[in-house]
């Protein structure tokens, strides 16, 4: 039978199925390439949007992991400071780090760092063959960035966190550069412990900086991030694998081309010199005060110490440690400030720094008594009020009358010395004078210059609390304030600030002229102005000019000296931080030992002395007076003075020929003591008046000079008597007021009271009260007392003329008591009740105080 009609031929059929199979497979190709096309172009969004930003998370783990290290002004590391994880890492930029170091981890750990784009497709799949056919792993593939991925974000090896770190890596290639992911993976590769970058590690296995390191230490650092914790180089089992992997990573460098043969030797033969993980801790003290001033550090911090010069500080004060413990000073201080720019080089808190003796203490930065460290400020502030180097002050006895009570200041040595000059007040570091400078200038107008300074705390009560024990140091003072406002002398009187990073000068405000700030200088590099209380001791006998101040607080607690060269400013200190007394060590003692050893010990030559501002001159002047010399003054000497303030007013001790210097009356009492241990006396008072001994006038006591009158004798003074007649009436009209002659003495007494009530209400009451020119300055107006049963009850009178008198006329109210000679002293025993005082002169001086007596 034949085919049925209208069916295709066989051939026709099978070739119309092989070309509806061309065109499908035609359209799925089309469509797959459509989908890679599609999914290429949608690969980035996707994985930007269902990503996190790992650029960001990069920067972020490097700003909150950052630790950081002090270095000295020549890089030296001082401390390493943790970062906010208690891990130890530097901060080091790629740029600083030496090639070979670069090549050593990429020969490590991504030698095809340079091509991939996040993941090495052919690494991986060495590391798979490798893995199957050893059935261990042997091998890894993750790139430096997939490292980096894991580092800044940490989460369990599993299947899924290797896709993810996949995903991520090639995102951030996207997002950073090369040389910022090899940046970042150089600071955050863990070494070993507690070690972050290599950075980190080169400064503690090493003790350099990362571009210092060879080929065998960056071959090291580079072997490290395989696997920490085993390649333990303080371990020995450590320490031979960490040898092992590091010639390992030579032999890749050499197969990479980045090492020759020669130096893959000579780096397996290099010695591996490692510190171990003891970190250093220099000047601990100096970097203590820097982080509490400026924070912890973030990366490496250069600051102005010099390791050399806190070596010498630490040694100078260590080599007196026995010396000072055996009179009673276990702790000192010191620092070292370079003049020029008032860098601190070296600071020294404690002997030790630690728990024994308070150690951790800093005494450079511990509040403490200033003994006689601020005088200098105090006759900065004279000079600047018109006085000048050898202007005198009388350092005689003297009682002053304060809040807190009666006031009687003495020198170190219990001796007075009658007129000084400034410069030998401040060389010998009296306080009789000072304390009556201070008296003379104002409490109120030192304690602001002190506060110009940083000294003291800017108030305008705070003078009255201190008083007059602002000139010997009764503030307390912290060394480093000290030490930089001995600077401002330095610096021609300006204010200046200590830096603890390098650089120049910070100077303030001028706050004493040019002039002043040299002759300070001058006073306190002058051996011959400090030998009545120092002497000329070996300690202070220097190669070179220093200015140096001493200072000793109340029962020698805190021993000071303080000193100024071209060259260096410092300050040490030497007591005990809980405040007990040493041995009778003073500031000289205790301490210029120290630092005559630290000044010869300190690195550079000598500088030049301070150039003497043009606006002094070389005067001369009387060596007892301080002013012009007449022709009679038989010690002349030579000062510097401002040429506004010449010409100098001509010297009143020597007005006429003569073997005596002739003082005024101030200086009676001062005479008075020393008739008492020379048979001749160079010293007088003007006008030739003799001085008695007041004690040989006590009650019941017939000594001469004072002529005592019984207190049953009629009141006032008897007319005629004296050289001239009717004194008593006279006197009492003009001075006392309200009585007339003849008065009884309670009405004379009530007269002179009414009259000083009156003027102490109208304000024209000083310190003590008087009329005319001659002043009680004991007792003091206002004074009470109370009287001791069984107890003599006497108190001392005492009062002090302008210019000599025969006599001083003492009346108990308005009973005559006695007349003294100089020194113008007399004795009365109490009787209970108010009681007016007065001191009478036969001319027109007189001055009149109250007191009760209980």
């Known amino acids: 039978m034949g085919e049925p009609s209208g069916s295709a031929p066989p ?68 401390r390493f400071f943790p970062n906010a994880a208690g891990d130890y890492q530097l901060w080091v930029p790629l740029a600083s780090c030496p090639v070979h170091l670069v090549q050593a981890v990429l020969a490590a750990e991504d030698r095809n760092f340079r091509q991939h784009s996040g993941f090495d497709v052919a690494a991986m799949a060495r590391a798979a063959w490798q893995n199957l056919t050893e059935r261990r792993i042997v091998s890894g593939a993750s790139t430096i960035t997939q490292q980096v991925v894991r580092m800044v974000r940490p989460r369990p090896r599993t299947w899924l966190t290797k896709l993810t770190e996949l995903v991520l ?95 893959e030797r000579a780096a397996r033969a290099a010695p591996m010199p490692m510190y171990g993980r003891r970190l250093p801790l220099r000047a601990p003290h100096f970097a203590d005060w820097v982080v509490a001033r400026d924070g912890p550090p973030r990366g490496e911090v250069m600051t102005s110490l010099d390791l050399a ?225 120092f002497g000329n001791p070996r300690f202070f006998a220097f190669d070179q000019p220093v200015a140096l101040k001493t200072g000793t607080s109340t029962n020698y607690r805190d021993c000071w000296i303080f000193a100024v060269t071209p060259a260096y400013v410092i300050g040490l200190w030497a007591g005990n931080f809980e405040g007990s007394a040493t041995h009778g060590l003073g500031g000289a003692t205790a301490c210029g030992p120290i630092l005559h050893q630290l000044l010869r010990d300190l690195p550079g030559p000598a500088r030049g002395w301070f150039p003497r501002p043009a606006i002094l001159e070389g005067v001369r002047i009387c060596g007892l007076s301080g002013q012009a010399p007449t022709a009679f003054c038989p010690m002349v000497s030579r000062e510097w003075v401002e040429r506004s303030r010449l010409p100098l007013p001509s010297c009143p001790f020597h007005e006429s020929q003569g073997l005596f210097h002739e003082l005024p009356a101030e200086y009676a009492d001062w005479i008075q003591q020393r008739g008492q241990a020379l048979r001749v006396d160079p010293f007088r008072l003007q006008g030739d008046l003799a001085v008695a001994d007041p004690l040989a006038a006590l009650p019941d006591d017939s000594g001469a000079g004072v002529r005592v009158r019984p207190a ?8 005629g008597d004296g050289p001239t007649g009717g004194a008593s009436e006279r006197i009492q009209r003009r001075r006392l007021g309200a009585a007339g002659a003849g008065s009884e003495g309670g009405g004379a007494a009530m007269a002179a009271e009414g009259e000083a009530s009156r003027m102490w ?94």
Not at 53 to 73: H, N, P, Q, Y
Not at 228 to 248: C, F, I, S, T
Not at 712 to 719: F, H, R
């Open 11 to 78: 051939t026709q059929a099978a070739e119309a199925g092989r070309a509806r199979r061309r065109a499908w497979g035609k359209r799925l190709a089309l469509a797959a390439l459509a989908g890679g096309v599609a999914l290429w172009l949608l690969w980035r969004p996707l994985v930007w949007a269902v990503t996190p930003d790992v650029a960001a998370m990069v920067s972020e783990s490097l700003r909150a992991v950052r630790g950081g290290a002090l270095l000295d002004r020549h890089g030296a590391v001082l």
């Open 169 to 263: 890596a090639a995102k951030l290639e996207m997002q950073l550069d090369k040389d910022r992911l090899l940046e970042a993976w150089l600071n955050l590769a863990p070494m070993y412990g507690n070690l972050r970058g290599v950075g980190m590690a080169a400064r503690v296995l090493f003790r350099k900086g990362i571009e210092q390191v060879t080929v065998a230490e960056a071959a090291t650092l580079a072997a490290f991030p395989q696997s920490p914790a085993r390649l333990h180089p303080e371990a020995p089992k450590g320490r031979r694998l960490l040898l092992a992997r590091r010639d390992w990573v030579l032999g890749q460098m050499v197969r990479l081309g980045w090492l020759s043969r020669d130096e």
């Open 309 to 533: 010069v806190q070596d010498r500080l630490v040694e100078a004060l260590t080599a007196h440690r026995d010396r000072l413990a055996r009179a009673g000073a276990r702790q000192v201080a010191g620092l070292v400030a370079d003049t020029a720019t008032m860098e601190v080089l070296a600071m020294a808190g404690s002997f030790e720094y630690g728990p024994v003796g308070g150690g951790f203490n800093n005494g450079c930065l511990a509040p403490r008594s200033g003994g006689s460290i601020l005088k200098p400020f105090l006759y900065a502030l004279a000079l600047e009020e018109g006085f000048h180097p050898g202007s005198i002050i009388p350092d005689t006895r003297r009682t002053f009358r304060t809040p807190q009570g009666d006031y009687l200041p003495y020198n170190a040595t219990r001796r007075t010395y009658g007129p000084v000059s400034i410069r030998s007040a401040l060389g010998n570091s009296l306080n009789i004078s000072a304390v009556k400078m201070l008296n003379e200038l104002g409490g109120r107008a030192f304690y602001r210059f002190l506060a110009g300074f940083g000294l003291v705390p800017p108030s305008d009560t705070l003078w009255e609390y201190y008083g007059l024990g602002l000139a010997i140091g009764n503030p307390e003072v912290r060394l480093v304030d000290v030490v930089a406002a001995y600077g401002a002398f330095a610096h021609g009187g300006r204010r200046v600030e200590l830096r603890t990073t390098p650089g120049p000068l910070r100077a303030g405000p001028a706050l004493m002229s040019e002039a002043t700030a040299w002759s300070l200088l001058d006073i306190m590099s002058d051996p011959s102005a400090r030998l009545l209380t």
């Open 712 to 719: 049953g004798e009629a009141s006032g003074l008897a007319a």
């Open 761 to 854: 209400r109208a304000g024209a009451a000083t310190e003590e009260l008087g009329w005319g020119r001659i002043r009680i300055v004991s007792p003091h107006d206002g004074d009470r007392f109370v009287m001791v049963p069984d107890g003599d009850n006497l108190i001392r009178l005492r009062a002090e003329p302008e210019t000599p008198l025969p006599e001083v006329i003492w009346l108990i109210d308005g009973a005559e008591l006695a007349r003294t000679p100089p020194p113008y002293e007399a004795w009365w025993r109490l009787e209970r009740g108010r009681h007016t005082i007065t001191a009478l002169s036969l001319g027109e001086e007189a001055a009149q105080i109250t007191i009760q007596v209980e």
